[in-house]
Each structure stands twice: as structure tokens, then as C-alpha cells.
């Protein structure tokens, strides 16, 4: 299984990016998916999460600007980011859950200048 991560780059705050993860090889239902962030110097953190049932969760940093879904057809979750901030500048992971076991994404680079 792997997760290809896309959508990241550079942008001026205020503006908007939407991020992309496929997930390829063994098709398969899952738990839960999401998008966690890691800004330099910090600790990984989640940022959204979306499982099998619709549930839907943000970071307080986040809510009301970003927008996770998916789109299972396209094996595909997303992350529509709006009001970009300078402190929203991370690597950003796609992850998925199913049962026990754990995929992540190579990651994609966010940054949003002041």
C-alpha cells in the first residue's frame, strides 16, 4: 500500500492550496483517514480526520478554514485549505488507519509567507 501526497507549495498568506493523497496497491476499506503537519521544530500534530462513518475532526487551529473529504471512487482524501496562515507552514502527511496497522505519506511541503 502506498499514499502519494501532492497539492503542497508556496503561498502568500490569505491564499489557498488543496492537497491530494492517493492511496494505491491493495484496495481496501479503512477507519480512518486524515492529514497530520509538521512545522520545524515541532512536534507532528493532527489537522484533520475523516473515518469510515463521516466523522469529521479539526484542529482548533483550523476550523472554519480547512476542509477534509474523500472521494473513494478516486481512492483519494483531500484537504482544501483557505486563509492560509504563516504558522500553517509544515510538512503535511496524509495517513490512513485500518485496524492495527499504520500507512503515511512521503509528505508535502507547505509554506505560506507573510
Known amino acids: 500500500v502506498q499514499l502519494q501526497a501532492s497539492g503542497g507549495g508556496l503561498v502568500q498568506a490569505g491564499g489557498s492550496l488543496r492537497l491530494s493523497c492517493v492511496r494505491s496497491g491493495i484496495i481496501f476499506s479503512f477507519n480512518r483517514m486524515g492529514w497530520y503537519r509538521r512545522a520545524p521544530g515541532k512536534q507532528r500534530e493532527l489537522v484533520a480526520v475523516?473515518?469510515?462513518?463521516?466523522?469529521?475532526n479539526y484542529a482548533d487551529s483550523v476550523k472554519g478554514r480547512f476542509t477534509i473529504s474523500t472521494d473513494d471512487a478516486k481512492r483519494t482524501v483531500y484537504l482544501q485549505m483557505n486563509s492560509l496562515k504563516p504558522e500553517d507552514t509544515a510538512v503535511y502527511y496524509c495517513n490512513v488507519v485500518r485496524g492495527v496497522s499504520d500507512y503515511w505519506g512521503q509528505g508535502t511541503q507547505v509554506t505560506v509567507s507573510s
Open positions: 475523516i473515518t469510515s462513518g463521516g466523522t469529521i
